[in-house]
T-cell receptor, first 114, second 111 residues
């Protein structure tokens, strides 16, 4: 019963490097989200996807791109990493549009940009 | 920016005490969710609320959806050491798809 799976769990990047954070869910959810968590800031929405083929900006989208590859997978890409992107990143998925919304989270990816 | 105000930001209590935290907003929500996050883990859903005035319990936890639909509270009775963590409220704005989160309440329990 995997739920939401994120890879990698830890990553260290040098400034300017690029990388993609992967997320997959096996609950047949339509909606998927990427959040970042910084001390004292709670969870801030980066991007979300209400359904396969659609993506929308959240609260803090600058410096990120996303791809909703299929219904299961939603990836987050940092094209040119910056120290300000050091954070813990969480992927989540939720039940279909129009029905009761309950989001479930992955274990997180701890990213450090040096 | 954040559309939810969660308070208090932190709590330091003795084991056995009751805990109360809340979230407020100037906007109307049609869903309120309460999560707990343990260190190094992702948030885990505790309670979901869908109707104004709804009161729901999960063991020692009780949460309510405010009548105005602009607030929610979470109570924990007779706290125990494993209640330590960060508690988040989350809401789905009326007519919106995405969830917004509060800043979290960090709970510390002294044995």
């Amino acid at each position: 019963n995997a739920g939401v799976t994120q890879t990698p769990k830890f990553q260290v990047l040098k400034t300017g490097q690029s990388m993609t954070l992967q997320c997959a869910q096996d609950m047949n959810h339509n909606s998927m989200y990427w959040y970042r968590q910084d001390p004292g800031m709670g969870l801030r929405l980066i991007y979300y996807s209400a359904s396969e083929g659609t993506t929308d900006k959240g609260e803090v989208p600058n410096g990120y791109n996303v791809s909703r590859l299929n219904k299961r997978e939603f990836s987050l890409r940092l094209e040119s990493a910056a120290p300000s992107q050091t954070s813990v990143y969480f992927c989540a998925s939720s039940t279909p549009t129009g029905r009761r919304t309950e989001a479930f989270f992955g274990q997180g990816t701890r990213l450090t940009v040096v | 920016g954040q559309q939810l105000n969660q308070s208090p930001q932190s709590m330091f209590i003795q084991e056995g005490e009751d805990v109360s935290m809340n979230c407020t907003s100037s906007s109307i929500f049609n869903t309120w969710l309460w999560y707990k996050q343990d260190p190094g883990e992702g948030p885990v859903l505790l309670i979901a609320l869908y109707k104004a005035g709804e009161l729901t319990s999960n063991g020692r936890l009780t949460a309510q959806f405010g009548i105005t639909r602009k607030d929610s509270f979470l109570n924990i009775s007779a706290s125990i050491p494993s209640d330590v963590g960060i508690y988040f409220c989350a809401g789905q704005l009326q007519g919106a798809q995405k969830l917004v989160f509060g800043q979290g309440t960090r709970l510390t329990i002294n044995p």
